[in-house]
């Protein structure tokens, strides 16, 4: 009887860790070997087999070389540190706004400030030149009343322009927060001692909240060098590193100098995750709350109505480029003339015939990709909160690892991993799958581990002395306990891949054709008008998704980005 | 009080080693204790003593570093927890917050496969002993502290385990309900005749509710006993002062033969203590501390009597079911200040009088210094 009962013992105790190595097998097999892989190869001429002596800088060395590779390399970080830079100039103000003055419609702001980040930026990309461009509606009045136009919108400024209206709501949701939850009593107390509102602001105020700032700035600067649709829409000769990556594949498939550029472009977001270490690690305040009163709200008309004022011009520009992709759509053209012309479903009907397969391969490739991630993610950040084991932060990283990476890098790193050696699986939507998986799992990480965190460990005690064994008490009292948060980040999950392009524009073959490359090819070949349709259908998808989410779990949609 | 009854659970050399970073934590340092059926067994002490470190032992989520655990003469340690037929009352309770009342407290008898119609009747049992019948259909959170205390404990009793654990379980109720509860886990206890150890902080509640207790201090056992025997003849000062109030008086031995010994204080006062009715035998050293309890203490306006030690009434403190007198004593060589509990004021003594104490030497206990 008690040797019975010792051999369940160990079978039941087997189980987490029979996980655990499964889980370190995909973190090997899809994150650890791909990436190594391109590092290697970067080290290595096009063609060689790996040994000592044939290790070579000449990847590396086009950087010091070529003005294309030189250009791209300052292009890169102008565009990182200009978005970082306008998107503070938006967010800061548009967070100090919503939580520090009685502003209306709060709640209207805040969902409209968080949509940008479920669009895809690349989308509404395009539309900046149905506006702004040589042949656009602003610069038609412009000359028609005032005989100048606006500079090119091609380049950098088109860029820059597209991203930071796509990105800096990073920094405003992570300012807000800050803001929402930082100690009342301290800007009390600095104005009993005789602080007007701007010195309050000025030494007290955005001083504790920097370390939120700075974690905001840093996700904009890594999503701004390392993505490849806008550049490609907007940059004409404007070259970055994505897009100059994106030019060896396609052009040479050189998975060699490709590699040497992701392996700058890593760089890049390490220095950047560097530096907004050593300003969080300075800045950094444990601020003790022991109230639930909320922090004072400023009363005054002026500030209320600049907030007013400011929030609604920033969402409006925001989401302008979406909105003029939807009416768009429905017109045969918005180009050279001052208002869209011949409205029609005329698109549509013309997407339903020829473009029926991208839109279901997108939700094939889409779904499947964030069931492997929800089942492996739960799994891994189970293991990572409960099981206590020596190089756990290996772990951890392992698992973040693709969500500083550019999605390009991944697409890359996959390529590398699977097109040669003993796994092929080129031209599969296996490959594809792969990559969203790998790229997309630190979601469903995250907002599992922020829901498990939250679970006393004694719920889970209290199942197994009442007699559960392991794999009883995980699916009767922890998953249950953990569902909204798995939910949450797998909605996360399943929307932004469908509107994923810096992986695909990589991984995809002939026949796994997305939703989102078929845009950008419609795009890159000015077919305006199905392009158009089809962006309008992935925002609809992508918003009911996440309306449907927001229902079920009761949530507002700003806070299903907090851990994102 | 205390029928010898067979014991069901014996700890033997129990360590535990938590390995920190850096150092070693001898949370649990080599302790032994035996638990006779249906005993409600306390321990009691401060925070970070290892007395939950040694629950948690007993429920299985810590792995002894050393010692054994029996429980009805099977070796507990290998068994995992789930297999150990234990109820346990938790700290937060952890009422499982996505379940009813009734799925919560049948929760155990589902683990343990048990038909349907059966669990539903003894579900309805369990809450009427703990009577709360109202709640089933409501979940966790629409409860009060209290009943989700007594669901936990209804939770933990369902499927009859032989040993029942409770950790700190009134911790985080107001202090009247403390009270109630702690007379309802007792009466519940005694209800379903269940083998119980009980982890708390409070030595009022633990002594109030055991029928034994073991001081633990630095994971160390320094005493196990009766509630009486733990107030009344504490056998080392740390016990004498961690439980209820305690006054230590310096003295040194002068004299010692083998009816009797005299102590002298640090005003030359002496007092003659009876050697038989010593508890403390280690009486050869020369200097030790005199203890006494507060209420244990009398004062009179009257000086003089034999065994009486002169002092001045320094404070007198109201506090409503008792008066608490400041005696300041030894005042000439090294004044030392005394308490004495009355509950109610003393005739004749005011603040700023002179005043004796006197007391019963059974009341006593000497310590050695050194």
Known sequence: ?564 | MNQKRPITLSIQNLSKVFHGKTERVMAVDDISFHVSEGDLFTLLGPSGCGKTTTLRCLAGFEKPSNGNIRFLGRDFTTIPPFRRNIGMVFQSYALFPHMSIFDNVAYGLRMRKIPRREIEQRVNRIIQLVELEETQKRKPSELSGGQQQRIALARALVYEPKLLLLDEPLSNLDAKLRIYMREEIRRIQQKAKVTTIYVTHDQEEALAISDQIAVMSDGKIDQIGSPDEIYEKPQTIHVADFIGQANFLTCSLVKKNEESVILRFPSNETVLLDQNKKRTSACDHSKGLLFIRPERLEVTPVLGKANSLKGQVKRVLYLGSQVRYYIQIFQQSAPQEVLVDKNRRIKDVKEGDEVALIFNEEDTGLFPLE
């Open chain 1, 1 to 564: 009887m008690v040797n019975g009962l010792k051999e369940r013992f160990d079978k039941i105790e087997f189980i987490p860790y029979l996980v655990l190595g499964l889980a370190l097998l995909i973190l090997l097999l899809f994150i650890a070997y791909p990436l190594s892989k391109v590092l290697l190869n970067s080290f290595l001429n096009a063609g060689d087999v790996f040994s000592i002596q044939n290790l070579t800088l000449t990847n590396f060395s086009q950087f010091f070389s070529s003005s294309l590779y030189k250009s791209a390399l300052m292009n890169t970080l102008l565009v990182g540190f200009l978005c970082v830079f306008f998107s503070c100039l938006l967010g800061i103000p548009m967070a100090y706004f919503l939580a520090r003055t009685e502003m209306p419609f709060k709640t209207i702001f805040l969902t409209l400030g968080t949509l940008p980040l479920i669009l895809p930026p690349f989308v509404g990309a395009y539309s900046w030149v149905l506006l702004f461009g040589r042949q656009g509606v602003v610069n038609f009045f412009l000359k028609e009343f005032f005989g100048f136009v606006l500079p090119d919108i091609y380049g950098a400024p088109g860029v820059v322009i597209a991203m930071t209206m796509s990105l800096y709501p990073f920094v405003f949701l992570l300012t807000y927060g800050a803001l929402l939850s930082s100690d009342p009593y301290l800007e009390e107390s600095a104005t009993i001692m005789g602080a007007s509102r701007w010195d309050l602001i000025r030494t007290v105020t955005l001083p504790l909240v920097t370390p939120s700032i700075a974690a905001g700035a840093l996700i904009v600067f890594m999503r701004a060098v390392g993505n490849f649709g806008v550049p490609a829409l907007l940059g004409g000769n404007f070259y970055v590193l994505p897009t100059l990556i994106h030019f060896q594949i396609v052009g040479f498939f050189n998975l060699h100098t490709a590699g040497a550029i992701a392996i700058v472009n890593i760089s890049m977001v390490g220095l950047a995750i560097l530096i907004s270490q050593y300003v969080m690690a300075k800045r950094s305040y444990v601020t003790i709350t022991g109230t639930t009163q909320g922090a004072q709200v400023s009363a005054s008309k002026t500030l209320k109505w600049s907030g007013i004022l400011f929030c609604s011009c920033v969402i409006f520009f925001s989401l302008l480029p979406h909105i003029t992709v939807i009416v768009t759509s429905f017109t045969e053209g918005w180009s050279g003339t001052r208002y869209p012309t011949k409205f029609s479903f005329e698109n549509y009907q013309r997407i339903f015939q020829i473009a029926k397969t991208p839109i279901l391969n997108s939700l094939f490739l889409a779904i499947t990709a964030t069931l492997v991630a929800t089942v492996i993610g739960t799994l891994l950040s189970y293991i990572a909160v409960r099981k206590q084991f020596h190089g756990k932060w290996i772990l951890d990283l392992t698992v973040m690892l693709p969500f500083i990476l550019p999605g390009i890098v991944v697409g890359v790193a996959i390529l590398s991993g699977f097109s040669s050696g003993l796994i092929v699986l080129t031209g599969t939507w296996m490959i594809m799958v792969i990559g969203f998986f790998i790229r997309r799992m630190p979601y469903i990480f995250r907002s599992a581990t922020a829901s498990l965190s939250q679970i006393d460990l004694s719920v889970e005690e209290a199942s197994a002395i009442a007699g559960a064994s392991w794999g009883a008490t995980f699916f009767r009292i922890t998953l249950p306990l953990m569902a909204p948060g798995i939910l949450a980040g797998a909605v996360i999950c399943f929307s932004t891949l469908m509107g994923e392009l810096s992986t695909t524009i990589i991984l995809y073959s002939a026949g796994w054709k997305t939703i989102t490359v078929a845009i950008i090819e419609y795009l890159f070949s000015a077919t305006i008008g199905p392009a158009y349709a089809l962006g309008t259908i992935l925002i609809v998808l992508v918003l009911s998704a996440i309306t449907l989410a927001n229902r079920l779990l009761g949530r507002k949609m700003s806070q299903m980005f907090k851990m994102v």
